[in-house]
């Protein structure tokens, strides 16, 4: 006779599933779309690694090619294949100086602005602006340069020596225009940006020389340069 199947017992449609059979159903489910997700993380990876070799590589190349200038028209060439690269910055600057050291002021004056574009703020930068205000005051753009030195001069972040130096030169630009007061102002602010500054003492030079009758008053305050050692 047949047999009527026993009744399933609901205390074991209860019991939890074990762990390792739930992640088995799971990946059953899910293997497929892990094992892709994994293949793009992977990729991606990869992909970076590639990237950042041909980068790397690449700079590299870029670096050579820039230690092998020798000549203004290589630093040029070299400045116009790598636009807004550091070292395009330093080949303009090579090129302004070469300009700045045979007078081709307005040259010279060309090649430094574009080097304040392409340089990182810093010393190199900050030099390119100093040798920008000197071709221009060299070119007859005195009040370029002027305005361009006091820049330099009032900014906390230059280095003291580029705004010493530039506080001096933009002296020399104040005494060739007769405003002597000016220098003496110049020969203040100097010594309190560096007090042992070579710079700073010129500018007190370039003060004791002027004529007598344009000398300060007496009332005017008086600063000693600090005793050498």
């Known amino acids: 006779m047949p047999t009527t199947p026993a009744p399933s017992d609901p205390k074991a449609a209860d019991m939890p599933v074990p762990v390792e059979e739930s992640l088995r159903q799971a990946w059953e489910r899910h293997g497929n779309l892990i094992l892709a997700l994994c293949g793009l993380v992977l990729a991606a990876i990869l992909a970076k690694g590639v990237w950042d070799y041909i980068v790397a590589h690449k700079e590299i190349e870029t670096q050579a090619e820039y230690a092998a200038c020798t000549t203004p028209e290589q630093f040029r060439g070299f400045a116009a294949n790598h636009p807004g690269h550091p070292l395009a910055g330093l080949a303009e600057l090579n090129v302004a100086d070469d300009a700045y050291s045979t007078a081709h002021y307005a040259d010279a004056a060309s090649g430094y602005d574009k080097a304040v ?113």
Do not use: W
């Open 117 to 229: 574009a392409d340089l990182p703020a810093g010393p190199f930068q900050s030099r390119a602006k100093l040798g920008l205000a000197m071709a221009q005051a060299l070119s007859g753009k005195t009040s370029d340069a002027e305005a361009a030195l006091r820049q330099i001069v009032d900014d906390p972040n230059q280095l003291k020596a580029i705004r010493c130096e530039a506080g001096y030169h933009l002296a020399g630009l104040a005494v060739a225009a007769g405003r002597t007061a000016e220098v003496q102002k110049l020969a203040e602010q100097l010594l309190q940006i560096d007090s042992t500054s070579p710079f700073a003492e010129r500018t007190f030079a370039l003060r004791s020389e002027l004529p007598e009758e344009a000398a300060p008053s007496p009332s005017a305050p008086s600063i000693k340069l600090p005793a050498k050692n």
